[in-house]
């Protein structure tokens, strides 16, 4: 199966976005072409979304939040954006690079402040409608 090329871009790029990312290229194979980005990267990625991603067999424990700079888009990508702060930077990249963009927001599960469990409930359903909004991509 053929993908699009994708760029998923977020506030930080250490938690929907590197799952996305991760989710996009277990879905199209290990050839995809996808980035993902965030507007403020983080400076590691996100201990329970690492969690949350291995329970899934992907292992994403040396993965790096990068910036806007560090993606490339062209025509045939397709912007995604998951966050409403990036909104404006994915509208930029997007338009420099006349490609389609969509919006995905989907809540920060970093925000939540309870129980470990709870926490990594949180992680489990943005990592799971994320999953879903994959799956419902038409070629």
Not at 21 to 45: H, K, N, Y
Not at 46 to 59: K, N, R, T, Y
Not at 87 to 112: G, M, N, T, V
Not at 116 to 125: G, I, K, M, N, S
């Amino acid at each position: 199966m053929s993908a699009p090329r994708a760029v998923f871009v977020c506030g930080r790029n250490s938690v929907r976005s590197p799952m996305a990312e991760a989710l996009w290229r277990a879905r199209f194979g290990a050839g995809a072409r996808v980035q993902s980005c965030g507007i403020e990267p983080a400076s590691c990625a996100d201990g329970f979304m690492i969690a949350v991603m291995a329970e899934l067999g992907s292992d994403l424990s040396g993965f790096e939040p990068q910036g806007l700079e560090a993606v490339h888009a062209s025509a045939d990508t397709l912007v995604i954006c998951l966050a409403p702060e990036a909104d404006e930077a994915a509208k930029a990249l997007a338009k420099s690079a006349k490609a389609r963009i969509e919006h995905w927001h989907f809540a920060d599960p970093a925000d939540i402040e309870s129980s470990r469990e709870a926490r990594l409930d949180a992680y489990r359903a943005i990592r799971d409608a994320l999953k879903s909004r994959i799956n419902a991509v038409v070629l």
